[in-house]
């Protein structure tokens, strides 16, 4: 009795407000009533029996003169708030329900939508059902839900046409429901650390549906996130194995070749369990599809290889990739493309077995080398060819049956040389040199200036140079490596781009114990050719790294030279021919620096430059051939360079305090940004570039260091050579006039004769482009 009555209780004031706000022309009787219904939020009777329902009335009453009574403030309290504070899951099916009927306030439903999911709504209705706390509902019920969560793109977009939100569209809404999802993952783990036990089956309901709907694109960015929680957290692990478990059999596929680029972690031993994850990623992958990079299948088989348990899957992917790449009918009926990806398989495949496993399918091998060279070598298409060449040179190579080698004569290309780098690099011993001849009547050549020869050679391989690097003792290898290491990284793309990050990595932590000659130059030169090879990665690194702690300052201002001189390399045409050296050899070893000089180019020079590339000359006769047009590498990639830079400036460390007494560091970074900001001429992230750039000087355009000032008035004249003088009064606005004031004072008061110059010739370039755009 006692329960039934506090029910009948609010049942009665439920039915009362409803009816007050019916029938009632006060506007003090409609306020008093949605503040009754608010109060109930938190009662699990009202959230269960009455709330929807509120919800549709206040819907079906959209256009009621009572609403419209209410001001925008006592609306957004009252009248949203009951949507936004109650049950999410209710409140996402009751606005969906509302939009899809014909209503002449629909921008009203549209606007709390919006809100629904910038506040978080997403991610509370998530984790509502991973603590299963609401009420038990039907099947049907939670694949009506499941079906508005996921379809809400598409759904508001039929609605909406042309007057769609941004947030609404799929390239947002996804990637937002992703980082919901995680939301929800990441308080399970908490939960579960706690003592709480949670129920995933919901969350991965909703992540199969949005995967078979074409979406796993979308969560292919969680996949990275969901690496690093997993990497020492026991609990994420879990939580990992435990989503795709409950992925229903349909979805499964579409899940993981949603997360096939980082599967080790996170899905466990599935693959032992599913047989429909097993049949995905031991036969679909490999066989069937070949649209992923050589990376991906890296990860695949090393997964499978990983564990002890998965290792039979490995020979069984070998035997059967060897069966396919040895079918005379694939070599002539499919596609080069795929012939090649399973080319890759294979002898990643062979390249990850011991020796007990090689010596028990010796005979499989054999078999597929043998007949398969043939079908290959049958061929009349040169790149079937040339592939049946290599990989039977590297099977030949790893079984070694016997002490001759198979050796084929072909033309190497990026295709052969990245089918041999994917096997393990054995180098062979070198043959003695030939015995200088004795003959009397022979003059002998003068070796007064002969140098010994070194018992070390230098690597040949990318993988050699770095495992010397890290390991060897041997000043003279550790040199000849040194000194190797920038061409092969050049020459060898795609290894270099597997092993880019760690490899400058070690670069960065490397000393000069040995004393060797040119250390700093040709560590410098390896690590700038890892920065143009492997763009993104190798910046990720460099630009986290330099916040980070223990780094001395020499180190971090190595990271900015190297960005530097990559970014330098990166924004000068592909057909200039490079010399390692340039930019570094004339300062020394000792003082490495691409700051040569704080002046940027002078702006006569600068206006000349463009008053002629931008002039027509008309002559008669042979005129001289046009420039070749080459891409621009750095303008896509500006951003990387440039931006992560600007993030913990202003935290203090114990090592390092920027906008302290590291004020050299200080300065170089300043100066590093305005050589970022200077190549980004005429790229599109320019002018964001520029408007974060001068953000970020401005607070320290009085520093008492000259260096910094320096580096300040650098920044500013390189923004305005860099960004279009049409864009500086639009997107700079006030800040102009500000900017032209302090430059006018540092030109006439800064005791510091190179500011003064610097801010003379940043003053004529603003007041030219502010004159030009005033006068249009």
Known sequence: METITPNIEIRSVVA???RTLTTSAENKDVITALQTLQSYLDEAEFRRVHFTRTLRFLVSNIQADWVH??????????????FLKGPADQTLLVLMEGIGEPSINLD????????????GGLAELLWSYCLETGPSDSPQLRETLQGRIVGLPDLLANKLQLNNKPLFLPQQYYPLLATEILSALENVCQALRNGTDCSLTFVAQVLGKVCVQG????????????????RSDMVWQRVCWKLLQDVPQRCMESVLTGLVQSVSRIIGNIVLTNKKAQFVITHKLLLLQYKYETRVLRVLLGYLAADRERRPLLIQVLRAVSQAWANPSAVKHTPIEQQLYVSKALLLSVNLLDDSELHQLQSDLLQCMLGGMQSHLDSSVVRIRHMGMVVGECLSSRMDISETKLKFEYDQ??????????MTAHSDDESDPEPVSSDDELTPYDMSDDQEMSAASPPRYLRDCLETLISSEDPMRVELSLIAAEDLVRKNVFAAREISVELTKVLLHMENKYNLNNFLVLRQATMVALTVIDCIPVTQYLTTEFYSLNYSLRQRLDMLEVLVFAARELSSPVSEKRDPSVGVAATGSSGLSPYVNDKPVDWRQEVEKRIQSKTRRLRKGVTQPAPEATPNRYAP?????????????????????????????????IHTLGVFMHLAVNAPVATQMGRALLDFVWSVRYHVDQTVRRGVLFAVCSLLMSVNSQNLLADFGDQLFETRSWLADVAEADPDGDCRDLAVQSLVLLDKSLKKQLQN
């Open 413 to 422: 290309d990026d295709e052969t040389r990245e089918l041999l780098s994917l």
């Open 637 to 669: 990639v500006a951003g990387h360079f440039f931006f992560p830079l600007l993030r913990n400036y202003d935290r203090p460390q114990v090592t390092f305090d920027l906008l302290g007494s590291d004020h050299l560091v200080l300065g170089r970074l």
């Open 16 to 18: 009362q407000c409803l």
């Open 108 to 119: 009203h439903l549209i606007s709390i939508t919006e809100r629904f999911l910038q506040n």
């Open 215 to 230: 979406q796993s694109g979308e969560f292919c960015e969680m996949a990275p996130r969901l690496s690093i929680h997993t």
């Open 69 to 82: 009574s209410l001001k925008a403030q006592q609306r957004k309290e009252l009248w949203d708030g009951l």
